[in-house]
């Protein structure tokens, strides 16, 4: 019986968990390995601030999933690889694995700097917001300071200021950038788009611009600038997990890993979702939820072609295309190369992310939490 080994429990991670339970079921003993306990659902975070929507909705228990699987859960995180020796080394344990499936998605990128990990909130999971609920209920800032211009910034931004309209609360909301543009890798015509809306939401918007440091509740910024009685978002970038930038394989700037066209970084080492550096047609995929999906499902499809000797299937991706959600649903992104704006690219995030969010309460929960229903 192979033992098979897969690293992380988001879309990636479950989707090839799935997959190999349908492929060859009680053939493989299956190892789930993830430091959390709940599978969170990451797409609908910042409307958890604007919208009401429950964070507990957000999470599905990771033990539960493995044990209508028939898989062994370890609640732990991984501390290194190798990929010679074919173990996974936890605190606790050195895990030996016949094949191993990497896919431990991405945290926020502090780009080193201790002061700003300590002092800003960051959005990688549903704890995460709601220790931002809880700070933003106890206490009224001054200014509301989202450090990062790009889908997750923009859409903080307006969810916070949906939040503070709701509550009458007329403070200052600044979305800071470091490059010259937000969105800065999308159509100008969506950057526009963007930012006249950011403007209508009184979103005041800062490119060449970020946080230096914070010291209390006061920020400074490069320009000079410094503001009091400040909370500062940070969702300026993202990186691969420590353990998968220690490998010595070929990865990007953020620590994807490079792999080939049937998303094997070795022959027995694959690498999907966020950890895995895709190449499509000359460039290199984004990290989408879509990807993640279907990369898991290839891997795990490959994984078994090769345990079974038979040819592998490519990897061959599918991009339904972007949205960037606001919170007055105006909306921008491409569907099928279509170009949206307004309520109806909202209405379809919120129509995906239902679709693929886990378990039937929290289906409910969502979609009641929308209509206002608490």
Not at 324 to 330: C, D, F, K, L, T
Request: positive net charge; hydrophobic residues 45%; aromatic residues 8%.
């Amino acid at each position: 019986m192979k033992k098979i080994v897969i690293i992380g429990a988001g879309f990636a991670g479950l989707a090839a968990l799935r997959r190999l339970q349908k492929l060859l079921g009680k053939e493989l003993e299956l190892v789930l390995v993830d430091n959390r306990i709940t599978s969170d659902f990451l797409p609908l975070l910042p409307d958890c601030i604007g919208r009401g929507i429950d964070p507990q909705f957000l999470q599905y228990k990771v033990e539960d999933l493995c044990k209508s699987l028939n898989c062994v859960f370890i609640n732990e995180a991984v501390n290194a690889i190798d990929l010679e020796k074919k173990r996974v080394m936890t605190a606790t344990k050195n895990i030996v694995y016949d094949y191993l499936l990497i896919a431990s998605g991405s945290e926020t990128n502090f780009y080193g700097n201790d002061n700003i990990r300590q002092n800003a909130y960051k959005i990688d999971d549903a704890a995460d917001i709601k220790k931002i609920l809880e700070v933003i209920r106890a206490r009224v800032f001054d200014h509301y300071i989202v450090c990062g211009g790009g889908y997750t910034g923009v859409e903080v931004a307006t969810n916070l200021s949906l939040l503070l309209t709701k509550s009458k609360h007329l403070n200052r909301i600044m979305l800071l950038e470091k490059g010259t543009e937000i969105l800065g890798n999308l159509p100008n015509w969506m950057r526009e788009y963007a930012a006249m809306n950011l403007d209508r939401m009184k979103v005041m918007v800062f490119t060449a611009t970020a946080v230096e440091r914070i010291e209390g509740a006061k920020a400074y910024l490069t320009n000079g600038n410094s503001f009091d009685n400040s909370m500062v978002i940070w969702a300026a970038g993202v990186r691969t997990a420590v353990f998968t930038q220690q490998l010595p394989q070929e990865k990007n700037s953020q620590g994807r890993l490079k792999v080939d066209e049937y998303l094997r970084l070795q022959e027995n080492c694959f690498v999907a979702g966020d950890s895995a550096y895709v190449q499509d047609k000359g460039s290199f995929l984004r990290m989408a939820v879509q990807f993640a999906i279907c990369e898991g499902s290839t891997a795990a499809e490959n994984i078994v072609n090769t345990i079974k000797a038979k040819p592998l299937v490519k990897y061959r991706p599918i991009d339904l295309g972007y949205i960037i959600p606001m919170a007055n649903n105006y909306s921008c992104g491409t569907v099928f190369g279509t170009e949206l704006i307004g309520r109806l690219p909202t209405l379809l995030h919120f129509f995906m992310c239902l679709y693929r969010c886990r378990g039937f309460k929290n289906k409910l929960g969502i979609a009641k939490n929308l209509i206002g229903i608490h």
